[in-house]
C-alpha cells in the first residue's frame, strides 16, 4: 500500500491547525458564531496556503452534530466523514477539467435536491477561473439564490480571472503567503511527531524554497525522508535542491564586489560543473543582493542569516552604491527568468554578471558614433576634398561645388532636413548671406524653423570654411536640378524644361478660381502639385 503523502496526512483537522491566515479563520469563526453563514465564498491565494483546507474545515464546521462553539469536532459521524472523504453532501469539483456549460447544468439541476445526511451541500470549485465564459453565466442566477441548504466554495490561485459579476455574489477572503518562521514552526511540529532529526539550517533553507507555501515545504521534507531517512542535514537539502552554500554565494558577489570578471565567471562555470541547478543559483544570488539591498537603505538584515554573514554582508553592502544594487538585482532576476529553455545553462548566469560587473558600460556603443561615420558616408559622393580657403567669404561659385558635401553632412545631423534641401539650390551670395532658393513654398517653410536653420548654417560654415548665415526665398527662375550633386554647367536641357512646366503648372493652379475659393473659406495653402 503506497504511503500517504506528509501534506495529506498533516493537513489541519481543525482551524487552529491553520498556519498563517488568522485573518482569515477569525473572520469566519466569528460568522459560524453569529450565525451569519454567506451562501457563496471566494478564496483567494498562492498555491499551498490552506484554501481548499479551510474550505473543507467551514464544510465540517457548518454541518458539524455536536453543540459547541462553531467549530469542527472531529468526533461525530459528519466530521469523521468528511476526514474519510466520504460525505455525499461534499462534492469538490476540479474547475479545470468540468469547465464546460455542460457541466455547470449538470450541477444546476443537482441542487434542488435537499442533502443527504448533512446540514448543507457544501460545493467546492477548486481553480474556478478556469471555467469558461458560457459556463459562468449560467452558474450566475444559481450562486446569487441558491437554495437554502446549499453553500458555494470558489477556490482559486487568479482572482482577476474571475468576471465581476461572480466576484460580487461572493464573500471574498485573500490567503497571504506563509511566512518563513511559520513554516519553520510546523516543520519542526511535523518533524518531531514522525521522529525525524533535521538540523535548524535545513529546515531554513526548506521554508526559504517553498516561498510561502505550506504544501511545498511538506512535499519537499516528505521528498527529504526518503532521501536521508531518520537524518536530514543541510547538504542533504542542497544535493536535492542543487543549491550552492551560502559561502559560495558570498563568494561570487565578492567578485561582483571587486568587479573580477575572471574570477566571477570562473566560480559560475565551477558551480555548474558541480551539477548545480543554475536557477537555484540565480535565486540565491538574488536573494543575498535582497539582503545587501535592506542593510544598504537601513533595514534589517534577512533574519534567517547569522551574525557573521550579516557583518560581512554589511562590508559587501559599504562596497556599492543603492543603483548598483538595484542594477544587479535586476540583472540576475531577469538571468532566473531567461534560463528556462537555454541551450547553455550558466549563459544567462555569465550575461548577468558581465553587466552587473562592468555596469552601463557594458556593451554600450560609443555615443559619438553617429558622427564619426560621417566622413565614410561623404565619400559616396563626388566632391572636392579641400574647403574654401579659411576666412575667405563664400562665393555662389564655391557653394556650389561644395553643394553635394553640404547635403551630405546635413544627411548625418538629420535625413530630413536634407531632403528638404534637396528641393532648393544655391542662388546667390550677399556677403555672408547664401541665398537658398525653394521650388516650394512647404520646404522654404519647413527650413526657415529655427532649429532647422540653425543646422544648415553650421554646416554650410563647416564646409566652406567661413562663418555663413542662409536666407530662404522662392526660386522665380531656374530649374530644378534632378540630382543634388549636379552642377549647374551640368544640367541638362530637358530638366530645365520640365521644371518650367511644373512652375506653369503650379502657378495655373494657384490661379484657379476654385482652388482661390477653398483656400480663403478653410485657410489652406497649395503644397505641391502632382
Not at 82 to 90: A, F, T, V, Y
Not at 165 to 191: G, K, M, N
Amino acid at each position: 500500500m503506497a504511503a500517504q503523502a506528509l501534506y495529506r496526512k498533516w493537513r489541519p483537522q481543525t482551524f487552529e491547525e491553520v498556519v498563517g491566515q488568522q485573518h482569515v479563520i477569525h473572520t469566519l469563526q466569528n460568522a459560524l458564531q453569529g450565525g451569519h453563514i454567506s451562501h457563496a465564498y471566494l478564496f483567494a491565494g498562492p498555491r499551498g496556503t490552506g484554501k481548499t483546507s479551510v474550505a473543507r474545515l467551514l464544510a465540517k464546521a457548518v454541518n458539524c452534530l455536536s453543540e459547541g462553539d462553531a467549530k469542527p469536532c472531529n468526533q461525530c459521524r459528519i466530521c469523521r466523514a468528511i476526514n474519510q472523504g466520504r460525505l455525499l453532501d461534499l462534492i469538490e469539483i476540479d474547475a479545470a477539467s468540468n469547465r464546460g456549460i455542460d457541466e455547470i447544468r449538470n450541477l444546476r439541476d443537482k441542487i434542488g435536491f435537499r442533502p443527504n445526511e448533512a446540514r448543507y451541500k457544501v460545493y467546492i470549485l477548486d481553480e474556478a477561473h478556469m471555467l469558461t465564459e458560457p459556463a459562468f453565466n449560467a452558474l450566475l442566477k444559481t450562486l446569487e439564490e441558491p437554495p437554502p441548504h446549499v453553500i458555494f466554495v470558489l477556490v482559486t490561485t487568479e482572482p482577476h480571472k474571475i468576471p465581476a459579476t461572480i466576484l460580487s455574489r461572493c464573500q471574498r477572503f485573500d490567503f497571504r503567503p506563509i511566512a518563513l518562521d511559520d513554516i519553520v514552526a510546523r516543520l519542526e511540529h511535523i518533524a518531531d511527531r514522525e521522529g525525524l532529526s533535521v538540523e535548524p539550517a535545513a529546515l531554513q533553507l526548506i521554508a526559504r524554497q517553498a516561498t510561502g507555501s505550506m504544501r511545498d515545504a511538506e512535499s519537499l521534507l516528505d521528498q527529504l525522508m526518503a532521501y536521508g531517512g531518520g537524518k536530514i542535514t543541510l547538504a542533504q537539502v542542497q544535493a536535492i535542491l542543487g543549491a550552492v552554500p551560502a559561502q559560495a554565494v558570498g563568494e561570487l558577489v565578492d567578485r561582483l564586489v571587486a568587479r573580477d570578471l575572471a574570477g566571477g565567471l570562473e566560480a559560475i562555470g565551477r558551480a555548474i560543473g558541480e551539477g548545480v541547478d543554475p536557477r537555484q543559483l540565480a535565486r540565491q544570488v538574488v536573494e543575498h543582493l535582497r539582503g545587501l539591498l535592506l542593510i544598504k537603505v537601513g533595514g534589517s538584515a534577512p533574519a534567517d542569516v547569522s551574525a557573521e554573514e550579516v557583518q560581512k554582508m554589511k562590508g559587501q553592502a559599504a562596497q556599492l552604491s543603492v543603483g548598483q544594487l538595484l542594477r544587479a538585482v535586476k540583472l540576475f532576476n531577469q538571468a532566473q527568468l531567461d534560463l528556462r529553455g537555454n541551450l547553455q545553462p550558466q549563459l544567462p548566469l555569465e550575461l548577468a554578471f558581465v553587466e552587473a560587473t562592468l555596469g552601463e558600460q557594458a556593451a554600450a556603443p560609443p555615443k559619438k558614433s553617429a558622427p564619426q561615420a560621417a566622413p565614410v558616408r561623404t565619400k559616396k559622393v563626388s566632391e572636392p576634398k579641400a574647403p574654401i580657403g579659411a576666412g575667405e567669404k563664400a562665393t555662389l561659385e564655391g557653394v556650389r561645388i561644395n553643394w553635394a558635401r553640404i547635403l551630405a553632412q546635413v544627411k548625418v545631423h538629420n535625413r530630413s532636413v536634407e531632403a528638404l534641401l534637396k528641393s532648393c539650390e544655391p542662388v546667390a551670395v550677399e556677403g555672408e548671406v547664401v541665398v537658398l532658393g525653394f521650388y516650394y513654398p512647404f520646404h522654404k517653410e519647413k527650413i526657415e524653423e529655427p532649429s532647422r536653420k540653425a543646422l544648415v548654417e553650421r554646416v554650410i560654415s563647416q564646409v566652406v570654411g567661413s562663418p555663413c548665415r542662409v536666407k530662404c526665398v522662392l526660386s522665380p527662375k531656374g530649374g530644378r536640378r534632378t540630382r543634388a550633386t549636379r552642377k549647374p554647367a551640368e544640367e541638362p536641357k530637358a530638366a530645365k524644361a520640365e521644371t518650367e512646366e511644373a512652375r506653369d503648372k503650379y502657378q495655373a493652379v494657384v490661379e484657379d478660381p476654385l482652388i482661390k475659393a477653398a483656400v480663403s473659406k478653410y485657410g489652406a495653402r497649395v503644397v505641391d502639385v502632382k
